[in-house]
């Protein structure tokens, strides 16, 4: 297969995410109306941005099978819509936003136990001490790439909110799932640490030739680490494109209701300057 990637993503052979017609919402509400989304590509990152309630975790959680859909989502030849569960869980993973409470685990236990759900079938993640001994070298060196192997040991309980989202994340990373969706995986980190992950997504991304979609409310970052950006208002689809393309003071007007700059720098990248908020029949 031959595509030209996007920014800066490296080619990878694979099954590319096409989303076409995808409607979606909660029993006598419809929340996603008949949504196309971009060729999402192995090896890019991607944001979903919008406002509140716009529906972005409910499309992430339809693309993940875990409420009913209509039209089609297909990763290459494959009709992800109508899978089972399972079957949908082996392709493509989702992190909410918050993760569980009181659960009496282990930060290593609960990497564990996630990959263990994830892999029926899977020869190296199997039973037997052999194969134990393989998945706990798999869930150790996640939780070395996300920077938290000093929490191993700690009770899920006794971390701070920004540990557990760091611990969340490791646990759908450890799955090295093709589509990797991400719900606000940032909200709870300080400055480094939102650079840490973005990073991490990103090369893991480029390596693994998996494709990542991350649900972000901070558009600089989204701007600096994302390949292709869609914007989502009202369960619809306002822009997308490169973030170049799809950041605009229109879009940003249009869909946060905000007067706002961009700036191109010189060295590619985006400077997103909000100024101010804009009064309602301007916005609209
Ligand atoms: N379980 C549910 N049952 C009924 N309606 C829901 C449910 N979950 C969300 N909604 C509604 O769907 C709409 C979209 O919500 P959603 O959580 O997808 O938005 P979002 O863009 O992710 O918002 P945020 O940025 O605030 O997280 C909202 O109007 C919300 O009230």
Known sequence: ??????????????????VRGLSTGYRDRQII????????RPGEVHALLGPNAAGKS?????LAGLQPATGSVRL???ELIGLSLAEHARRVTYMPQTLPQGVALSVLESVLGALRASATGDPAVGAGPASHAASEQRAVAILERVGILHLALEGLDHLSGGQRQLVSLAQSLVR?????LLDEPISALDLQHQLRVMRLVQELARERGMIAILVLHDLQIAA???D??????????VAMGTPAEAITPATLARVYGVQAR?????RGGLQIMVDDVLPAEAAA
Do not use: I, Y
Not at 1 to 18: E, F, I, R
Not at 33 to 40: A, S
């Open 76 to 78: 290459g030849v494959q």
């Open 176 to 180: 090295e799932p093709r589509v990797l």
């Open 33 to 40: 109306r008949q949504v196309d989304l971009p060729t999402f």
């Open 1 to 18: 297969m031959s595509h030209t990637p996007l920014n800066g993503a490296v080619a990878h052979a694979g099954d590319a995410l096409q």
């Open 58 to 62: 409910t499309l992430m959680r339809a």
């Open 224 to 226: 600096r680490w994302s």
């Open 262 to 266: 961009v700036e191109h720098c010189s």
């Open 228 to 237: 292709g950006v869609v914007m989502l208002s009202q369960g619809a689809v």
